[in-house]
């Protein structure tokens, strides 16, 4: 094996499939890289077995000659170090070649490196997936779709179906819900399916956060494959493997109240801010729960106490009040990240009552909710 | 106490006065910060004993009025709870007002704080420094002669004098110096000294790092009034005290080599940048210890080998080498932290033999010199 490449292409493919990898696996072939030579161009794969992210890149793009082909083959280098050293080297250009007993050298200006590479036949083999059924969504909205749900799944390990985002493909639509059980996030979206196939899968959580760092932002559509136990993003250049979590989703439908008893229309910047003032002095617990009360002429109050410390009392001007007076403690922690999920200078709050989950959606979009349990102080 | 101030100016001296307050402290009241409101304006003071900042706010400043002064007096509000609140304030202007027993009011816009305050007679006492010896330098130069020192200060406290700068003021020079008994650093400049006094005192280093981070970047001149056992930094509306630390500092102008046996001259980036890359396969150790040898036709190869990961092999051509041939092992770490605090795009090396320490020098620029001991590996 033996190829000269552009640097500044080797980095960033490099840095893509770092994302895969763990220092802390049990499979040490695992702690490298994977680089793959053929006539093609340069494969380069990363993998903690529960992702696997490859990489490719072309001989050539929009006429420039990215790598230039001496013998076809293949390695795994150290990730830690070989990342590290790409990084490093002085010119634009990069040599690498495979010798005797797997020993690689990585040439550059005046640098010459040896690095000590692992047999390429020993890593694990990706999943092969059947693409046949793939539907696709630009990747600015799987993004925003990914940021809007997937910081409320669970963090804990007691029910690990809840540590991953339920997806669900259903009548040309595509369905995320997250939920830890205190909170839920949900959002929705159009998309064109050729089949009638209808998917219900749950993606690991930490799946979905590697691959959104490594998307870029723009509206390129990307290729969504499901099967029985793993998921494929499929973009330009780049495959995402993730495998699937297995068991039920809870069936969260019938935890969204149908009706409200009172509606309150506010600010999502203004109401984020007082909250988050509110906030300050509430060292109840790990989630800082905030007193919310409707009051005369059409203002809310937020507001906490503990004695030791002090209180804080935030007005605010509401747009509308619609219903019945309401007081209510929630976790300042879950209203601030659904409302910093939420597009929109105003939200509306729909209430059921004081101990009864509530819905906070923008107005005029009915593709996302976020619902929070209230806690009972009052 | 009551008054009304412009938030950002406030917001500014807390940030300021924080840089001195730790939760870590046996005395309780230094957990908070004392506010203390006169006629002139209000004075913020943080300190953790060995480090006490004071903030002065003007009533007014080029005409505008910052403070409006309601009643005079003083409070000790909770460090970690107040400049929470006051960076988070939604109004231009806040208002705070002690009301009985030492509740505070903080108010803004539709926001109200009430915080348990502290009574400020119990706060400690700055303290007090007769200010007739002062010298000066301008902020700029202080902050060049921090950074390019500080460094390489002992983190260990098996030596605690180590821990600190050694500052010493004859003959109308400032010198300051560093080490921690593997490398050293010293950097001079002239200061204007009023009288003949002597100066020699040990500053510790963490004091030094807090002061430089609170200093703007500009070339005012900073007062400097050194005692028996404090120093105080004096700029405009802020001073900053430090304890001294105890005990005397080693006489290390007999530690630098006056001649040499080999002189390498060689540009400092691309020094830099190949022993950054020989180090990445060099782990032995904490400080990645690298050879360096002179080679034919004045360049020189810098090194390092780590049988089960690779070798790594950087040849960089010099400016010129005179003297004798040589080779030696240094710790990579050490060389790297020297030539970043140099300025000037070259340097000199002069070496007195493998088992001797060596000296980094900016070309024709004789305020600054780096020493660093070598490992014994060749």
Redesign the interface.
């Known amino acids: 094996m033996r190829f000269i490449i552009q640097r500044d292409h080797l980095v960033q493919s490099v840095q893509d499939v770092m994302k895969a990898v763990t220092s802390r696996t049990t499979i040490p072939i695992l702690t490298g890289i994977k680089i793959v030579v053929s006539n093609e161009g340069v494969t380069l794969t990363g993998s903690d077995s529960d992702i696997s992210i490859e990489s490719f890149i072309p001989k050539e793009e929009a006429g420039d000659e990215i790598v230039e082909i001496k013998q076809t083959g293949a390695i795994v280098l ?1 990730a830690k ?1 070989f990342s ?2 790409v990084k ?3 010119t634009d250009t990069v040599e690498i070649e495979v010798q005797n007993h797997l020993q690689t050298v990585i040439r550059s200006g ?7 590479g692992l047999d390429a036949e020993e890593y694990p083999h990706l999943p092969q997936i059947n693409e046949e059924n793939a539907f696709q969504i630009p990747t600015d909205l799987l993004k925003m779709m990914i940021r809007q749900t997937v910081f409320a799944v669970s963090t804990s390990e007691t029910r690990p179906v809840l540590t991953g985002v339920n997806w669900k493909v259903e009548n040309n639509e595509l369905i995320c819900i997250a939920t830890d059980s205190h909170r839920l996030a949900l959002r929705k979206a159009k998309i064109d399916l050729t089949t009638n196939e209808t998917y219900n899968v749950v993606i690991p959580g930490k799946s979905l956060n590697e691959l959104s760092k490594i998307l870029d932002d723009n509206n390129e559509p990307i290729d969504i494959v499901m099967t029985e136990n793993q998921v494929l993003f499929k973009a330009k250049h780049l495959l995402f493997f993730s495998r699937l979590l297995e068991g039920n989703y809870p069936d969260t439908t019938r935890l969204i109240p149908a009706e409200s008893k009172t509606d309150v229309v506010v600010g999502t910047k203004e109401f984020l ?2 909250i ?2 509110a906030s ?2 509430a060292r109840e617990g790990r989630n800082n729960v905030v007193k919310f009360a409707t009051i005369e002429g059409g203002s809310i109050e937020i507001s906490s106490n503990t004695p ?9 001007q509401s747009q509308s009040i619609e219903g019945e007076e309401l007081k209510i403690s929630f976790s300042a922690k879950y209203v601030m990240d659904a409302l910093k999920a939420l597009e929109g200078s105003e939200i509306k709050i729909s209430f059921t009552g004081a101990m009864r989950p509530f819905l906070i959606r923008p107005m005029n979009d009915d593709s996302i909710l976020q619902l929070i349990l209230p806690v009972r102080t009052y």
């Open positions: 150290q170090f590290e050293i490093k080297l002085p005046k640098s010459e490196f040896n690095l000590n801010q007082s988050d003032r300050l002095l030791e410390i002090g209180k804080v009392v935030e007005e605010l």
